[in-house]
């Protein structure tokens, strides 16, 4: 019986080790795992995939230790499979289509049987750890749970002490109120693969279509991940940029968005001075626009590099914030429905007697496809000169 007690540790330690590491190296696709379950503001389901994937990897390893240790972690992990039992039965009964989160993202489409046919078994084995094993005092047992969640806190505190190359940062802003989905404001920075805090690093803050994202996966690659510091700025409760201009209220974006910047800048203090892109898509082109057209301190002063990709329409429609240090892309679809406001954006933009270049991708509608992706992409690499 020990030796199958002693197996079934080894793999239920195997199973939550692997799990947390998963989920610790891809943040940003757990948070939007347990975001799908619609159960908990923006705010607590950050900290959930900060702190549980450590949690998880501590357990896990103290499930291979002696007596008392190993106990503990499988009461622990019996608790939060219950829990996490409970909540895909809600999710199940809801008919709502999500990944589970357990592994990364390994579910195409979710086969809720199969979660609980599966984790059923991993509840079976804990039970038969804690089942056959020797009674340990409630006190010696709480006295090792605190040294869990003790060794949990050091690990998530050591990792959060430096930014981790190729990794997601969630940043939050609750004193800023709410973005899209009724979201605490918030946003997401991807670290690139190559970083180094003795070296500058290029930045690409994106602007998305519709009522924007805060989310690095709705970003494009029209620069090189590997070496881009890339951010995702959602807007204020995901109200659309064009209406906005039309309502004289396109200010309050940047007051919006201005303060997460700053902060951005605090978390990452060696962003180069010579590259530093803000481009948009839709919504986000016009936001873009709008804050040339409107001279936004803090955005015409620190970019200078501007993508406007099936959009731009502001106020005046003068752009006078362009100078001779900026370079504007201008880029629509030769089939765009949008044409003729692109054109009139266009002239409007050469009277500026700046560095602007236009570019018509062919084939291609109101959209932000792959070959708009590869043409952003290749303009951008010709103007680095890489």
Not at 300 to 308: P, Q, T
Not at 361 to 382: A, F, K, Y
Request: aromatic letters at 10%; glycine letters at 10%.
């Amino acid at each position: 019986m020990k030796i199958l007690l002693f197996f079934i540790r080894l793999i239920l330690a195997a199973v939550f080790i692997y799990a947390g590491v998963i989920k610790f190296m891809t943040p940003d696709v757990f948070l939007a795992d347990i975001e799908g379950y619609r159960l908990l503001p923006y705010s607590l389901a950050w900290a959930l995939a900060f702190y549980l994937p450590p949690f998880e990897i501590v357990c896990g390893m103290l499930l291979l230790c002696p007596s008392i240790w190993h106990r503990s972690a499988a009461a622990a992990l019996l608790l939060l499979m219950t829990v996490f039992l409970l909540v895909v039965l809600s999710a199940w009964m809801r008919g709502l289509d999500i990944s589970c989160g357990c592994f990364g993202k390994s579910e195409v489409q979710t086969n809720y049987l199969g979660i609980m046919v599966r984790d059923l078994i991993i509840l079976g084995g804990l039970v038969g750890v804690l089942r056959f094993r020797r009674h340990v005092g409630p006190l010696k047992a709480i006295g090792s749970m605190m040294v869990m969640l003790c060794m949990t806190c050091l690990m998530t505190f050591a990792t959060e002490r430096e930014l981790v190359p190729g990794t997601v940062v969630q940043l939050q802003f609750p004193e800023l109120g709410k973005m899209h989905d009724g979201l605490e404001a918030g946003c997401e920075i991807r670290i690139p693969d190559n970083y180094s805090d003795t070296e500058p690093v290029s930045l690409l803050v994106w602007f998305g279509g519709g009522k924007g994202s805060h989310r690095i996966q709705r970003v494009p690659e029209i620069v090189d991940f590997r070496n881009f510091l890339v951010v995702a700025l959602p807007y204020p409760g995901g109200d659309i940029p064009r209406l906005a201009v039309t309502d004289d209220t396109i200010d309050q974006f940047w007051n919006f968005q201005q303060p997460m910047l700053e902060s951005i800048k605090a978390t990452v203090p060696n962003i180069s001075e010579e590259v530093r892109i803000a481009g948009g898509f839709s919504s986000g082109a016009h936001l873009v626009g709008a804050g040339l057209d409107s001279q936004w301190a803090g955005f015409v002063d620190y970019f200078n590099i501007f993508i406007l990709h099936e959009g731009g329409t502001s106020k005046f429609m003068r752009y006078d914030g362009i100078n001779e240090q900026h370079t504007v892309l201008i880029s629509y679809g030769n089939e765009t429905p949008h044409r003729g406001f692109q054109e009139y954006l266009v002239e409007r933009m050469i009277q500026t007697n700046r560095n602007i270049t236009v570019l018509e991708i062919p084939e291609t509608r109101h959209e932000l496809n792959g070959d708009v992706t590869q043409n952003l992409r290749g303009w951008i690499d010709q103007i680095l000169g890489e």
